[in-house]
Nanobody, 116 residues
Framework: VQLVESGGGLVQPGGSLRLSCVAS????????MSWYRQAPGKERELAAAITSVGGNTVYPDSVKGRFTISRDNANSTVYLQMTSLIPEDTAMYYC??????????WGQGTQVTVSS
């Protein structure tokens, strides 16, 4: 099983980034997919989630209206489009795959830094 994130980097406040997570080794379409983030000295928190069926999405208030999660089941990829980025969005972003009753899968993370 692998989850490989990419797309992080340094961006100025107000800028945009799109993160990608390519999955392999499991039936991607059956798993709910999420992006979590962890800033230095803080706990890991949910940034966005999308269900396996129906594509329903969940966002915390801190990113609602700025982040959009989407998935491409044909290519086993989940995306996180981030706009209007603020310094508080600076964190390591992790891809997560979840199926009820089974262990979650995690990627290695991609760093997002928002700074002028």
């Amino acid at each position: 099983v692998q989850l490989v994130e990419s797309g992080g980097g340094l961006v100025q406040p107000g800028g945009s980034l799109r993160l990608s997570c390519v999955a392999s080794g499991f039936t991607f379409s059956r798993y709910a997919m999420s992006w979590y983030r962890q800033a230095p000295g803080k706990e890991r928190e949910l940034a966005a989630a999308i269900t396996s069926v129906g594509g329903n999405t969940v966002y915390p208030d801190s990113v609602k209206g700025r982040f959009t999660i989407s998935r491409d089941n044909a290519n086993s990829t989940v995306y996180l489009q981030m706009t209007s980025l603020i310094p508080e969005d600076t964190a390591m972003y992790y891809c997560n795959a979840h199926y009820p009753g089974r262990n979650d899968y995690w990627g290695q993370g991609t760093q997002v830094t928002v700074s002028s």
